[in-house]
């Protein structure tokens, strides 16, 4: 997530100091994401050194108001205009969690996906209860939210559909371990092997 673009786009919209830039982001994104008010400030530094923002001085009340430069316009037409980058896809903890959980001994992999599956579904729940209140009651500042709510019900769909694909690959790999070896036949197809010498009797 760029924090940094997304700030610059807030300051396009108006001036503002750092916390109301959190208010604003967490506000048209649902809190879907928060901003650690420390984060801010630290990205509007690197803002300003990079000539992206200006101080604007004081609001009379000790806040430093941030203004966007010409040279942050450009930078946040470019962010808009292109695409999101997919050459490093973002840590995902539970692809990770799993793929440790298959390469070690000792853990049930099963238990791992069971228990995902749940809190996915009923997170899955919560976000489609919110779309439908948000969508009931819809004023004109809702609709960011509703694309929020959008992706991550998207996203959690395609995170159950991929713990169904995982349960179902574990279930082939023990079967296929309970099946014992296969060899190749003279015309490269798979046999099982005979589990012992009686067998072939």
């Known amino acids: 997530m760029s924090i940094r673009h997304s700030l610059l786009a807030l300051l396009q919209d108006q ?3 750092g916390y109301q830039l959190r208010v604003e982001f967490e506000n048209r994104t649902g809190a879907t994401w928060p901003l650690n008010i420390g984060q801010v400030y630290t990205t509007l530094d690197r803002l300003e050194r990079d000539a992206l923002v200006a101080k604007e001085g004081d609001d ?7 203004s966007i430069t010409p040279a942050g316009k450009a930078e946040v037409r470019s962010w808009f205009a292109a695409p999101v980058e997919r050459n490093n896809p973002p840590r995902n903890e539970l692809a990770i969690k799993l793929a440790l959980a298959v390469t070690l001994p000792g853990v049930d992999v099963q238990a791992i996906i069971q228990a995902q599956r749940v ?4 997170a899955l729940q919560d976000y489609t209860k919110a779309r439908r209140d948000t969508a009931a009651n819809q004023k004109a500042t809702d609709t960011a939210w509703l694309l ?8 959690t769909e395609a995170e159950v559909r991929w ?14 371990a309970a099946a014992g070896p ?6 490269g197809a798979t046999e099982d092997a005979p589990l012992n010498a009686d067998s072939r009797r």
Do not use: W
């Open 119 to 122: 809190a996915s579904i009923r």
């Open 15 to 17: 001036p503002r100091y």
């Open 163 to 176: 713990l169904d694909l995982c349960e179902a690959r574990m279930v082939q790999q023990a079967q296929a």
């Open 148 to 155: 929020v709510l959008d992706s991550l019900i998207f996203q």
């Open 182 to 187: 296969a060899r190749k036949t003279s015309n």
């Open 60 to 66: 009379g009340e000790g806040h430093v108001v941030y």
